[in-house]
């Protein structure tokens, strides 16, 4: 499910950067799924999912609204930057032309996408937790884990690998002949097909010492 969820949300992601899409856009689909991800899993452990170990890890929602408040604030200071400093009069205008060009590209679709991606595999992996019973583990934290260790770690030797093939398309991004954007996209994508394979071959791991030790 994961898999097709990637899919799905960077096919729209690709189509909001062909229709001009920022660098700095394509990150919001990120920074929102995460802040969601935190509340999201506040409501399951007070609700649906009854394991102590999952609730205490969840806290009583102080880390989702630090994160609400910091990504709100970040959102407030890059909105009234401009040429002559901060402006708070500039907030209001630069908000509604940041929207506007997110959903005349398409990007709020790939957000929503997002958004349901997760949501759908969280009521899949309660399920089957129902169904088993034992400690309830989340994978989507695992997910967000693995793909910030990946990020720090090994992205930037990916890059620096591939960088003699990567230095014609930044030639091309430096006189304007490509967006920059999709810089950003091909980064994101490999970034989070690493985590995919990365999670499918410890699972495989798991699974391997699980029989054994059976």
Same mark, same amino acid.
């Given at each position: 499910m994961r898999l097709a969820t990637l899919v799905v949300f960077y096919a729209l992601a690709a189509r909001a950067v062909a229709d001009g899409l920022p660098a700095s856009h394509l990150l919001i689909p990120l920074v929102f799924e995460f802040v969601f991800m935190l509340w999201l899993g506040l /409501? *399951?452990?007070r609700t649906v999912v009854d394991c102590p170990d999952f609730r205490a890890a969840n806290g009583i929602g102080l880390v989702p609204?630090?994160?609400t408040l910091a990504v709100a604030g970040g959102a407030l200071i890059w909105l009234a930057w401009g040429e002559d400093g901060l402006s708070a009069a500039r907030v209001p205008d630069a908000a509604l032309q940041a929207w506007q060009h997110i959903v005349e590209t398409g990007l709020v679709w790939a957000m929503l996408a997002g958004v349901i991606g997760l949501t759908a595999a969280s009521a899949h992996e309660i399920a089957e937790w129902r169904r088993?019973?034992?400690?309830?583990?989340?994978?989507?934290?695992?997910?967000?884990?693995?793909?910030?260790?990946?990020? *720090?770690? %090994?992205?930037?030797? /990916?890059?620096?690998?591939?960088?003699?093939?990567? *230095?014609?398309?930044?030639?091309?991004?430096?006189?304007?002949?490509?967006?920059?954007?999709?810089? /950003?996209?091909? %980064?994101?994508?490999?970034?989070?097909?690493?985590?995919?394979?990365?999670?499918?071959?410890?699972?495989?791991?798991?699974?391997?010492?699980?029989?054994?030790?059976?």
């Open positions: /409501v *399951i452990s609204l630090f994160w088993t019973g034992g400690a309830f583990i989340w994978t989507s934290t695992l997910f967000a884990t693995m793909r910030i260790l990946l990020a *720090i770690f %090994v992205l930037p030797l /990916v890059i620096f690998l591939l960088l003699p093939l990567l *230095i014609p398309l930044i030639t091309q991004m430096i006189h304007g002949e490509l967006n920059p954007a999709w810089a /950003v996209w091909t %980064v994101l994508l490999v970034l989070d097909l690493g985590v995919v394979v990365t999670g499918a071959l410890l699972h495989r791991h798991l699974e391997q010492k699980a029989a054994q030790e059976a």
